[in-house]
């Protein structure tokens, strides 16, 4: 009926086979005129609404027409010309003067109709291309498309006439002709214009910084954009300079505003849900208890009650066990995660869905076309171009798949890539509001595990999100495809699959056990790690490192253990999987061919099948992988939930109301810790005036340093409540320092006011400092302020605070780590009544007694309660706590009160002359104490990156370039130059990773792959073999016998590469685990053996990196990439030879092909392994400002600026990103290219096959063809897997980088000391210099002494004297340069080092204590007995302390000592000093974080139990050494002054002026 119409419309025959039934085919004119016109206009039609939307939006200026516009204009008018003028011819025929045709000879309907619908069409590609200008796009892929269809479509008309031309030899209808070919010729120009991008200016500057803005639809779809990144990656090792900018979209601020605003309504819906629940349980349980108590009433009389009891213990157990199970369940609200990510992205997820579906389906045209192929070469008769059409039809198939799952897989991983972006946003936003309880649940190192593994975990999984639905699918259409060629014996293929999938279930939650078990040994190794890495000075200083050595390798070792069993598994399920097709292939094709006798395997029947198994094997290998990838990412969402859903920080515990006069209310209120506990603060009430300088003293854990979190809000309040008037700077009792320059730690975020800022830095006695820094205040901080000294961090800290502007200063004890001249300077000038806050309300908590006669008020709080508040004369009148504490403490208040009153009140002639010396002592060149290490080294690296070569160039041109040029370059060039390798990875990585694994391993587990590739090849050619058998007994019964041993044969092969798999891989398991161990060990071993040098040059977070990152990868990635690498390379290569040995011709495109693919994959790898190495150094940063977030964040709170730190943070994840982003797309734009390379060789199969058709057997072809299809994948993975071995094993490269460190020297050498040496504790100091690196100044110069056994020396200088130095030599934390020291005549140079450390006694700065029991942090190495540390700690005044706690002993030290006071970490420090019972004892500025009186604990615990020890004593507070029988004082390195202090005071000299800052006169050095 249809084509009847259609006749009478084009007056010729609209469809008849035998046009094709011929040699050379060709389609009837009508379908040309009809169907390959309608086809793409309608096409055209569909897509046009949009464009012309464009028409009616006024947009940007619309005046700019580019060339490019113009010419894609002029052709579609010149189109609409070629359309009229067809009109005319038709019109002139039929209505011209010259003839009138009779109507039977007129045109048919189709002349006229064709040539008004292109008319009209192409009036709608001029206005199409007018809207696109309009709303500024580029190109436009629908544009292209048509275009494309129409050229493709009038191809076909195009040749016909030519074809007839040629027929005829003459030109019937020449006009017409000509309009065909002028037409064809614009629309193929017009194609070519419509593939390129029509740039405006505006856009030009966006194109720059990122291509991708500027790629038209053909460059977009094969990434075309990225080839010059690969070029540029080729040409040198690219930097972070070379990557582009973001999309808007992936940017981190746009991801994570979009994933807060949807989590926060998520969020508060499933809190209702969990409320909603709790009540539900709350009622049933209340209606339980009323039960039980009416029962027990009742009863008591008549039954003993002892039965009841027993009952109600035994119901009371099984509920704990069951409210335990529940309690681990859910105690917050759960998965509202999951739906948050999908409302967010679910844009991104429905249009890769769409992709995905069209590549499935696409994947199962080419084994239709595999079929159809076979036939051909079976039957002869058939038309050559029939096999010529499927070979080019498995190409375009081939394509269209390519292009599409290229198109999934980027957006995809984009889409991972915004997932994980969102969540670590989220953790990170979430840290600055935490409430502390929640932060207590999890240490910085879980947190940061939060951030990196378990936001990473997601990624994972929404890469391959989509196989959820698609690998069913996949499995559905093969089972129906396959049932049509082999019928229902398909069914026992798919009974042996659905048997795999329980066994698979099964492993997988096993597997996830034991993933949980790691992530716990992971998180423990991870934590001690830190802490080693934190206090390794300590660690040296007392020789503790095989202590610590020990507990990390037994952690290491269960964690091996668990990754044993973890990899066990694996194998096994790798053993099911491959053997799976194998197995699945021969119970269908056993059970096909026993079935009936008729039913012989055919080559069709048999390769159909194979690639359709093939295809199944996908689906059928990642469903389990998916399945277990989730269920890691569940775990994760839990822990992601339970932080993500914590408690926040009361807001409401301080209010901000304007009704209060006073600048601090605190009325009545109590304050806790935790939520639930005892408060640490009980009804404190407290009114303090604006302007007021209020000072809070009391004992070590009276809950001074409390108060002030409870007024910053960051305690929870169990009643009352706090008000505050005014913004807050807040300076902590341990200065917390950023890493950052000098000058942008003070500044925090505000703009810079020259005057205002000098004014701070004069104040704060920063000026020598900075002159002595190399590059001034532009100088870049280590992490936690690791190149300055304590009294630096701390001046840095309050300069922070005087600069901020505040209204009031909370101020921790600043002034306890400084010399007691700085202190007295900090407090004239800064906070004391004249200073510079002296309009500012101050709140000082101080253990300095000479402070307090300046203050306006003084609080003295014990045991958390306020005893008394009052003026300090008020205080000493009342005679309460206040003047006890001081009458212990002030003797020298109580003599000289009134001439200090004196001396430092008219015009501080004091200071002024204090400040005189301290001017000419701090030569530019005197070096800092332990500073200069860092400095220099940091110094020298910026010098290096700006290229100049002389100190001073460099330190001038450091201050002089703009400071925010300086800071980018700077920050930057730092991390770069150090954990970058570049280029190659060398042939020596690889070999030392084997030779970790062990040769025997690798050789046999090479060969274990080996022959099960044979066998595979075996199998294959055997079943080509066994399809030649249909033509063999065509037409006859088919021998029993010989369908038993082919079915038997096949199978046994079959399951011979499944076995020769389960080997391999538990070989390479083994091997595998082995080489983690020997590698983990030794980076320990060195690490722990690495000088201190090192630790103060390298942020602890690249360290940690090495142990977390890339142990993780040599653990789990590398095993995996190496067995994936050789299957792959192994596959390849049988794939070549099967095809070579079908069609040998292959041999011949296998060279250029080769070449192609040997180009592509250089270009990629270089630039992806460079990306994947800028991603992990680009990463370092992210961590690292989280974790020193999480240690500041009171007081980024107290000042406010968690947005400015959350912007910080947004900005180093967009760094990152822009090095993921680009490696995303390197492996897509490698796909696109190598899939080309694979479609050709499917194409080249196929067309050699139609070639030879003759003299090739239809099951070799099927054979051949079937591989080939297969390579496609094989070649993309054999390159990911090369690329990704190569990017992994960078791990190995980074681990043996700091494997192979400088070491110190040996800790134990041939000449040991005696056993009881030292026994005298004889020090001479013989001319000794030293320096800390070869290069430096030197920092002591030619210091010579003797003293004698017993002697107590007391050590001062000013800051940078070399006070520090001396005690690390005296380690030997630095060697010396020249002279030598001798121990009781020992020289220590030459003895092994644990022996000398292990005999010195040191009580350090700071006092760093481990995570571990009490215990252990006091006895590592389980030397001594209880009743020794018991003894030790009653000494130490802990005693009552640690009995009072329930575990004593074994009580749990939290991370850093945090559950301790500083107080009390000291004490625990001297209690460590007096179980080593040394003769020779350094105290460091021991008492500097600690109050008067557990100063005086200390020092009589030192004058009694160390009276036999000769005790060095480097001095802060002079106070304490006055006793000592003789006092150096060094100045820049040398000895200047050394005699009893008595002769001392007498010379009048350095030591003399240092004395009289401190207020100590003549009388009392006489009296002691």
Request: aromatic share 10%; with cysteine.
């Amino acid at each position: 009926m249809c084509a009847a119409v259609l006749e009478e419309y084009c007056g010729s025959v609209f469809w008849n086979s035998s046009y094709l039934e011929k040699e050379d085919p060709d389609l009837p004119v009508c379908v040309e005129q009809t169907v390959l016109v309608w086809i793409p206009l309608g096409f055209l039609w569909i897509c046009a609404p949009w464009h012309l939307l464009g028409l009616c939006r006024r947009t940007k200026d619309t005046r700019y027409m580019s060339k490019l516009y113009i010419c894609k204009q002029v052709v579609a008018s010149l189109l609409f010309l070629t359309a009229i003028a067809g009109l005319a011819i038709t019109l002139g025929e039929d209505f011209g003067p010259s003839q009138d045709t009779p109507p039977s000879e007129k045109n048919h309907a189709v002349y006229y109709a064709n040539p008004i619908i292109y008319a009209v069409s192409w009036v709608m590609v001029i206005l199409c291309q007018e809207g696109l200008r309009r709303s500024g796009s580029i190109d436009s892929a629908t544009l292209f498309l048509f275009w494309f269809l129409v050229v493709l479509c009038d191809v076909f008309h195009l040749q016909t006439n030519i074809r007839a031309a040629l027929r005829q030899g003459a030109i019937d209808d020449l006009p017409r002709f000509c309009l065909i070919c002028i037409s064809f010729g614009l629309e193929v120009i017009a194609l070519i214009l419509s593939g390129l991008a029509d740039i405006s200016p505006e856009t030009r500057e966006v194109v720059k910084k990122n291509p991708e803005a500027g790629a038209p639809f053909l460059n977009r779809i094969t990434f075309n954009w990225f080839n010059s990144m690969a070029l540029k990656g080729y040409r040198q090792p690219l930097v972070q300079e070379d990557m582009w900018s973001l999309n808007e979209e992936d940017t981190t601020g746009y991801i994570s505003q979009h994933f807060q605003h949807i989590m926060q309504t998520e969020f508060a819906a499933a809190r209702h849900r969990y409320q909603k629940k709790m009540a539900k349980n709350q009622n049933k349980k209340s209606h339980n208890e009323t039960l039980q108590n009416g029962l027990a009433s009742g009863l008591g009389k008549g039954v003993s009650q002892d039965v009841l009891l027993m009952e109600e213990r035994g119901k009371k157990d099984k509920k704990e066990k069951k409210s335990k199970k529940k309690k681990e369940e859910e105690t917050y609200p759960t998965s509202w995660l999951i739906p948050t990510i999908y409302k967010t992205f679910k844009g991104i997820l429905l249009e890769s869905a769409l992709f995905k579906l069209l590549q499935d389906l696409f994947s199962f045209v080419s084994p239709q076309l595999l079929k159809l192929m076979i036939t051909f070469t079976q039957d002869k008769s058939t038309h050559a171009w029939e096999g010529y059409l499927y070979a080019v039809l498995l190409l375009v198939v081939a394509l269209l798949q390519s292009l599409f799952l290229q198109q999934y897989f980027q957006r995809c991983f984009v889409l991972g890539m915004k997932v994980r972006t969102a969540i670590m946003a989220a953790v990170y936003k979430k840290a600055l509001v935490v409430s502390n309880d929640t932060r207590k649940e999890s240490t910085v190192g879980e947190t940061v595990n939060l951030m990196s593994a378990d936001a990473q975990r997601f990624n994972d999984v929404t890469n391959f999100i989509h196989l959820l639905w698609s690998c069913p699918l996949q499995i559905a259409l093969s089972i129906v495809f396959l049932w049509q060629e082999l019928g229902p014996s398909v069914l026992a293929g798919l009974l042996v699959m659905i048997l795999m999938v329980p066994i698979n279930g099964l492993l997988a939650n096993k597997a996830r056990k034991f993933q949980i078990e790691n992530m716990k040994f992971k998180d423990k190794r991870l934590k001690i790690m830190n802490e080693i890495l934190n206090g390794m000075k300590i660690l040296k200083l007392y020789a503790w490192e095989p202590s610590f050595q020990a507990q990390v390798q037994g952690i290491r070792g269960q964690e091996l253990n668990v990754m044993k069993k973890f990899a066990y598994l694996t194998s096994v399920s790798t053993f099911i999987f491959t053997s799976a097709p194998a197995v699945v292939s021969l119970a269908t094709f056993g059970v096909f061919v026993a079935v009936s006798s008729d039913n012989v395997l055919t080559a069709e029947k048999a390769f159909t099948s194979i690639s359709l198994f093939n295809l199944l094997r996908f689906p059928l290998a990642m469903l389990p992988m998916l399945i277990a990838a989730i269920v890691q990412m569940t775990v994760s969402r839990k822990r992601l939930e339970k932080f993500l859903g914590g408690e926040d920080l009361e807001s409401d515990v301080v209010r901000h109301d304007p009704s209060f006069s006073s600048a601090v209310n605190v009325s009545d209120g109590s304050f806790s810790w935790e939520k639930d506990g005892e408060p640490q603060l009980k009804n404190v009430s407290l009114d303090i005036q604006p302007g007021r300088l209020v000072a809070v003293v009391g004992a070590v854990g009276s809950g001074k340093s409390s108060l002030v979190s409870a007024i910053l809000g960051e305690m929870h309040s169990t009643k009352g409540f706090i008000n505050i008037q005014g913004s807050l700077a807040f300076v902590p009792q341990q200065a917390w320092i950023q890493n950052a320059t000098l000058r942008d730690n003070i500044l925090f975020g505000s703009p810079l006011e020259e005057k205002r800022y000098q004014e701070v830095i004069q104040a704060c006695a920063l000026g020598p400092d900075l002159e002595l820094l190399p590059g001034g205040d532009m100088t870049e901080i280590g992490e936690k302020g690791i190149n300055l000294s304590g009294g630096q961090k701390q001046r840095v800290s309050l300069a922070r605070a005087a600069y901020s502007q505040a209204d009031i200063y909370l101020l921790d004890d600043p002034l306890s780590a400084v010399d007691s001249h700085v202190g007295k300077h900090l407090f004239e000038k800064v906070i004391g009544p004249n200073g510079t806050l002296k309009k500012k309300t101050r709140i000082l908590v101080t253990h300095g007694v000479s402070f307090l006669p300046h203050v306006d008020e003084i609080v003295v709080l014990v045991d958390g309660v306020v005893s008394e508040v009052g003026s300090y004369n008020s205080l000493r009148a009342s005679k309460g706590a206040f003047s006890e504490f001081l009458d212990t403490y002030a003797k020298e208040h109580n003599n000289n009160k009134n001439s200090t009153k004196s001396e430092s009140e008219p015009g501080h002639g004091v200071g002024d002359e204090d400040m005189i010396p301290e001017g000419d002592e701090t030569q530019p060149d005197s070096p800092l104490e332990d500073t200069v290490t860092t400095t220099l080294k940091r110094g020298n690296s910026i010098r290096r990156s700006q290229r100049n070569s002389s100190f001073r160039a460099g330190r001038n041109g450091s201050s002089r370039k703009s400071p925010n040029e300086e800071e980018t370059k700077k920050g930057q060039r730092l991390i770069e130059k150090e954990a970058m390798e570049t280029g190659h990875v060398k042939i020596s990585v690889y070999l030392e990773y084997l030779r970790s694994m062990g040769w025997g391993y690798t050789t046999t587990v090479f060969l274990v792959y080996f022959i099960q590739n044979i066998a595979f090849i075996g199998q294959n050619i055997w079943l080509s073999d066994w399809t030649n058998d249909a033509v063999e007994y065509y037409n006859m019964t088919y021998p029993a016998e010989k369908r038993d041993t082919r079915v038997g044969v096949f199978g046994a092969l079959g399951v011979a590469q499944g076995l020769l798999i389960f080997l391999g891989t538990l070989l390479l398991a083994n091997a595998a685990i082995e080489a983690s161990r020997i590698l983990h060990s030794r980076l320990l071993e060195n690490i722990l053996r690495a000088p201190m040098v090192f630790f103060d040059t390298t942020p602890i977070g690249r360290v940690v990196n090495r142990f977390a990152k890339d142990i993780f990868t040599i653990d789990e990635a590398i095993p995996q990439s190496v067995r994936s690498w050789m299957l792959c390379l192994l596959g390849v290569l049988g794939t070549l030879f099967v095809i070579c040995l079908a069609t040998p011709f292959f041999t011949v495109v296998i060279i250029p092909l080769a070449l192609v693919y040997f180009f592509v994959q250089r270009f990629y790898v270089a630039t992806s392994r460079q990306l994947r190495r800028l991603d992990s150094v680009s990463r370092s940063p992210i961590y690292s400002h989280f974790g020193e977030t999480v240690s500041g964040l009171s007081v980024i709170r107290a000042y406010g600026h968690q947005e400015r730190f959350l912007q910080h943070n947004e900005a180093t994840m967009d760094e990152n990103l822009k090095t993921v982003y680009p490696w995303i797309v390197s492996n897509r734009w490698l796909a696109v290219r190598l899939e080309f390379v694979g479609n050709l060789v499917v194409f080249f199969a196929a067309l050699l096959a139609v070639i030879s058709r003759d003299t090739l057997d239809s099951g070799l072809v099927g054979l051949s063809i079937s591989y080939a299809l297969n390579v496609t994948q094989t070649l993309n993975w054999l390159v990911r897997m090369t690329s990704e071995l190569e990017t992994n094993i960078v791990a190995v490269e980074r681990v043996s980088e700091y494997s192979v460190l400088e070491n110190e020297a040996e800790w134990v050498t041939d000449t040991r000391p005696a056993d009881k040496w030292p026994d005298a504790g004889r020090l001479q100091f013989e001319n000794y210099k030293v320096r800390y690196r070869p290069g430096l100044d030197l920092v002591l110069h030619g210091i010579s002494c003797d003293i004698g056994s017993t002697e107590k020396i007391g050590i001062v200088g000013r800051t940078g004297a070399g006070k520090s130095s001396l005690t690390n030599c005296l380690f030997r934390i630095i060697e010396a340069a020249e002279g030598r020291i001798l121990i009781d005549g020992v020289d220590i140079s030459k003895i092994g080092l644990h022996d000398l450390r292990n005999n010195l006694t040191i009580i350090p700065q700071d006092p760093v204590l481990f995570s571990g029991t009490l215990r252990m942090n006091l006895d590592p190495f389980d030397r001594s007995t209880d009743e020794d540390l018991w003894k030790v700690l009653e000494l130490s005044h802990l005693k009552e302390y640690v009995a009072g706690l329930q575990e004593g002993l074994h009580y749990e030290v939290a991370e850093g000592g945090e559950n301790l006071s500083v107080g009390q970490r000291q004490l625990l420090c001297l209690a460590r000093a007096l179980l080593r019972k040394s003769r020779i004892l350094i105290l460091d500025e021991a008492t500097a974080a600690v109050d008067l009186e557990t100063d005086n604990l200390i020092q009589t615990t030192i004058r009694k139990e160390f009276a036999h020890c000769t005790v060095l004593t480097i001095a802060h507070r002079l106070h304490s050494i006055m006793d000592s029988s003789r006092v150096m004082v060094l100045d820049a390195g040398r000895i200047v002054e050394f005699d009893s202090p008595n002769n001392l005071f007498k010379k009048r000299g350095h030591f003399y002026s240092m004395a009289k800052d401190s207020g100590i006169t003549q009388e009392e050095i006489t009296s002691l």
